[in-house]
């Protein structure tokens, strides 16, 4: 839920729908139905994602294909521990969730050309035992990480003055995958309706 005010005092308020519910989450709660939120500030555009919507390429392609934001803001209680196992390699993985949370930010930033702010929960939930990846951070539009907190405590982590729109600029300088996109006509998803909100 986005409350506030512009800078010439006219309210903002917006809410963000999860748009895919997870597992045991279905029992009791219905999806967004996949519409976008975007913000328009002075910095920037800002697109939301909450938790298991960023397993979902097609929310992160209207962000970026159609909404053209320069940055996601991710909130999320991201698990850790799960196991995978390839015994006939050798290879067992008991933080799977945690190694997802690992793997699909940078890359989804990378291919999106797009800051990532993601806040994710740490610790262990009072009531289910479940224990939370933390990690929270910011990744760059290259996808490379600026700035990490811990997997197992709180953290506050500050970073400021963070050129939005020229870092993204300055990414797409030697690929520009949205343009590359549109040049080699590949044909738009099928893409639900985004609500833009202006909190200039």
């Known amino acids: 839920m986005i409350i506030g005010r512009t800078a010439a005092g006219r309210p903002v308020e ?7 519910a997870a597992g045991i989450e279905n029992r009791y709660l219905r999806g ?6 975007v913000l328009e500030t002075e910095w920037g555009r800002l697109g939301f994602l909450t938790c298991y919507d960023l397993c979902f390429p097609a929310l992160l392609q ?13 909130t999320a209680a991201w698990r850790g521990p799960a196991s995978r196992r390839y015994p006939g390699l050798g290879l067992e993985e008991t933080n799977y969730y945690g190694r997802l949370w690992e793997m699909l930010i940078p890359a989804q930033a990378a ?11 740490v610790g262990i939930h009072a009531i289910s035992g479940a224990t939370y990846w933390g990690g929270s951070g910011v990744w760059a539009p290259s996808g490379l990480p600026l700035l990490r907190a811990a997997h197992d405590v709180e ?13 993204g600029r ?7 995958y949205r343009a ?5 006509g590949l044909a738009n998803p099928d893409l639900p309706a985004t609500l833009v909100v202006d909190g200039r």
Do not use: C, M
């Open 14 to 20: 917006a809410i963000y729908d999860k748009a895919v």
């Open 32 to 37: 967004g139905g996949g519409r976008r939120l």
């Open 62 to 74: 209207g962000y970026h294909l159609v909404d053209q934001v320069d940055a996601i803001v991710l």
């Open 111 to 121: 291919v999106s050309q797009t800051w990532f702010f993601a806040a994710n929960a």
């Open 155 to 167: 953290e506050l982590l500050v970073l400021r003055h963070i050129p939005l729109r020229t870092e």
């Open 170 to 176: 300055r990414e797409r300088v030697d690929f520009d």
């Open 180 to 184: 590359d996109h549109a040049r080699a």
